[in-house]
């Protein structure tokens, strides 16, 4: 089965000299910084959907090649058929839009009333590891529902320090998006969810530790690809550039790490909490990053092939 | 241009045992190649090896090993740590606090 070079090689789908100065995916990106967003500081959230079915199709089409692409990883990486598969990735795209639209609400002062969460599993487990008094890391893939449910966290008394990219991969985005509608999209997030660090940051892993030291929470995304230092390792059957930061905050902080998975929308979301990993407490970096990392990621694949659907990445490559 | 607001209050002057020591620390948790001879006392850590967030995690415990000490969190800062003198004065004072600590239980 083919996977797609990019996904393979680690490297972008299209080449940065050849980007146009505006694309669609820019045009779509103004729509949803300048009118969008206004019509949503009153616009009822039934509304701001139907702004989202009604654009999905626009951006089904216009992402066609890169679910082209995705179909074939997913197909193999979850074990369905190419049909399926692309069902999936068409799901995954239309997800990651209403999470995009999920953080208009966030903006809103009364953002706290806009979050319905229908349950939260296993908060026993968090609440073991806060006991430990040395922090807790919060496992997390690149879930869709990661923000509302960190938002929801944080208003019942469980504030977590997210770690983000301050200028992530934008494959589909033009020059005029990449240089002026992308570093305002990142504003508007970090707007709505203030509690948060970039890992350009060069105090990141300091803020991490402070906020371990203290005893809090930290969310870190352990799927994300590339940073300065890295580990390929295979990840849903293809190498993966794994950043290796989050484990040596690990073994230098001690801290818990608890494996959480958030799904759905503002409107109805669910917080799944797993049990405390076990930590090996290997005495030199390298051997203390290699007997966890398969832990780490393993746990994270499996929410992925679980719910392949509110996954964002399928379609980034 | 206004100058830069010292991170301690009254840093005092750190004794140049103290630097020698943060510097010998500074290369061998980094694996640098560097000697005594580099050491610039009035020059920030960072000015000649590229100094990344996991790299001030790994230089900033393997200094609370050397002195055992525990930095405070709110000190956990990249700027404090890239400067060798204003980190020699916090570290002899949290050197100097937990041995006052030790005495008191005595």
């Given amino acids: ?317 | 241009m206004e100058a830069m607001e010292p991170l301690l209050k009254d840093p005092g002057s750190p004794s140049r045992e103290t630097m020698d020591r943060i510097w010998r620390v500074f290369v061998e948790s980094l694996n640098l190649n560097l000697t005594q001879e580099d050491l610039n006392y009035e020059a920030k850590l960072d000015e000649s090896v590229g100094l990344d967030s996991v790299a001030v995690l790994d230089f900033v415990t393997a200094l609370e090993k050397e002195f055992r000490i525990t930095f405070e969190p709110e000190m956990l800062t990249i700027d404090l740590v890239r400067d060798l003198k204003e980190l020699a004065a916090y570290v002899d004072e949290r050197v100097a606090r937990s041995q006052s600590v030790a005495k008191g239980r005595q």
């Avoid at chain 1, 293809?238 to 958030?262: F, K, N, Q």
Wanted: glycine share 8%; proline share 7%; aromatic share 8%.
């Fill in chain 1, 1 to 317: 089965m083919e996977i797609p070079d990019a996904v393979a090689a680690g490297r972008p789908a299209s080449d940065a000299a050849s980007t146009p100065l505006v694309t669609l995916n820019d045009l779509l990106w103004l729509l949803y910084l300048y009118p969008i967003r206004l019509l949503a500081i009153f616009l009822p959230r039934s509304l701001l959907y139907a702004f989202g079915r009604l654009s999905d199709p626009i951006v089904q089409l216009h992402a066609r090649q890169r679910k082209k692409r995705a179909a074939p990883w997913i197909a193999q990486a979850c074990g369905v058929t190419p049909v399926e598969a692309r069902r999936i990735a068409g799901q995954s795209l239309s997800n990651g839009m209403y999470r995009t639209l999920d953080e208009l609400l966030l903006l809103r002062p009364s953002s706290g009333k806009m979050l319905r969460c229908t349950g939260i599993d296993g908060f026993e487990h968090l609440e073991e590891a806060i006991a430990r008094g040395k922090g807790v890391i919060l496992l997390v893939g690149h879930f869709c529902a990661n923000r509302i449910a960190v938002r929801y966290l944080a208003a019942q008394g469980h504030p977590a320090l997210s770690v983000h990219n301050q200028s992530p991969a934008n494959r589909a985005g033009g020059r005029f998006g990449k240089k002026y509608l992308q570093p305002r999209a990142v504003q508007l997030q970090e707007r709505a969810n203030p509690d948060q660090v970039y890992i350009q940051d060069p105090d990141c892993v300091l803020k991490i530790m402070r906020r371990l030291r203290a005893g809090g929470l930290a969310v870190v995304q352990v799927d994300g690809r590339g940073g300065k230092k890295v580990i390929e390792y295979p990840f849903l059957g293809v190498p993966w550039r794994v950043p290796s930061g989050i484990y040596e905050i690990v073994r230098v902080t001690d801290c818990a790490v608890v494996p959480m998975l958030a799904l759905g929308r503002s409107n109805g979301f669910r917080i799944r909490f797993g049990p405390m990993l076990p930590v090996d407490r290997a005495a030199s970096r390298e051997t203390f990053v290699s007997a966890n990392l398969p832990t780490f990621l393993s746990v994270v694949e499996k929410q992925i092939v679980e719910n392949p659907q509110e996954w964002r990445l399928w379609n980034h490559f």
